[in-house]
């Protein structure tokens, strides 16, 4: 296994162990909010329950109250019938008993009473909240006429506010009305039970972190408590809020009394609301942490891997200096000797190559200067070295749109990169094979085509090959492509890909250069 092959292992490795800490954390984090989620619909439905047994205990109190009335009711039919005997004229042949009729009046002890003929003049009121003394009290500097006139007056306007009225006929054109309300005892209990109602109505509203509700009577569709803000809203609003909450959670039925059916809405809390989104926000936080890391540490390591390279290229150049010195000075004094002089020539030669492959290594991490040259030249130039030094069975053609084409690049990188990537392709033909390269022009780019008729190269392993300590040799290095890649991306801000390529076919790799 090469180095690569076991980065990518080691690659999936940690991924695979981030995605396991992920999916826990995620998998807890709803783990809660379903438990939170669960423990407010329980409080919701115990809330309902309790409104529930208030709604049982409003219809008792209701059905208490109407028996109170009937009685009350009872006890003023009975009031005016006792009423109507005395005021009846007298037969003084028989002096009628009121003894009964007195009793039955003296029985009203609570009861509100004001009773007035047809001519709206009051003859009696009982168990008012004033009495005549109180009111001639206040009313000191006025004549008794008009003091009595005005207390006439308001015992009306109070009888005629009342909702409870008999009338008594006691003779022909006489008629007395009996109005006549709620005791006080009544009163009383009804405040107490509105006061409740109102009590948990303003508790409701005033709990603004509790789970919102909405209760709501079935026929109207009107609010009878919420704490929602929905008291100023208009009807179009209300029917929105009620709709959405339909869609939320089933409604719970409640019963005030038999005439009053009402349903109780509910949803999420707010703070639910934000925690069910927090497992995403999670997934993000933590995608994004890993992502970031990844750039810092892919950031240091390119870093690292720009340096190791410089200094190794410049190591390579300063080692070989001594040796290229030594070796151009013997060449020199072979000149001078009675030999062949092709091996001298030959001999220079190969010098020359070397001192331009430390040339090469020596570019490596230094600002690279570019020049305007004849690509077509810098490609045909190391071409026909190449020529020399493989296979007869390999055969070469080069073809341009141009004889001459001037871009900026440097010539001995450029010589480099074609040297490493023809070099290859000899290899992938082992001893025979058609190698084809072709210079075409665009608009803004100059592409080299190099195409062989090799063994071919994997689909997934396009970008693969350009990886550091990549390789398919047994005894390579898996550094001539990703010195291909730096060379044309960072020194010349072009591009280097495989541009097709087919299983024992061949490939075409393309070298975009920017003019």
Known sequence: MNLYSKKQRWKIILLGIALILISASLFFSNSIVSKVSIRERYRVKQWAEAIKKKAELVQLT????????????????????????????????????????????????????????????????????????????????????????????????????WKYKI???????????????????????????????RAFNKELKANEGAVPVLLVDAKTDSILATNLPLLHSDQTEIRETITRLKRSNKAIPINFGSSQHSFLYYDDSPELKKLQYFPYVQFIIFTLFIFVGYLIFNTFRKAEQNQVWAGMAKETAHQLGTPLSSLLAWVQYLETQNIDPSIALEMQKDVSRLEQVANRFSKIGSATQLEDKNIVETVSKVIDYLKLRVSNKIHFSIQSDSPEMLIPHNPPLIEWVIENITKNAVDSMETAGQLNITISHESSHVNIDIQDTGKGIAHNQYKTIFKPGYTTKKRGWGLGLSLVKRIINEYHKGNVYVLHSEIDKGTTFRIALRL
């Open 167 to 197: 009338t008594i006929e006691i003779e022909d054109g006489l008629v007395m009305n009996c109005a006549y309300t709620d005791s006080k005892e009544i009163t009383r209990l009804e405040n107490e039970r509105d006061s409740l109602i």
């Open 62 to 161: 209701n059905r208490t109250f109407s028996q109170l009335r009937d009685k009350e009711r009872n006890e003023m039919e009975l009031w005016s019938s006792a009423t109507r005997e005395i005021l009846k004229p007298i037969d003084i042949n028989q002096m009628p008993d009121y003894t009964l009729p007195l009793k039955i009046i003296n029985i009203n002890k609570s009861i509100p009473v004001i009773l007035y003929d047809n001519n709206n003049d009051v003859s009696e009121h009982l168990h008012l909240d004033f009495t005549y003394v109180d009111f001639n009290k206040k009313h000191d500097a006025l004549p008794d006429t008009t003091v009595k006139r005005l207390f006439n007056d308001t015992l009306l306007q109070l009888a005629n506010s």
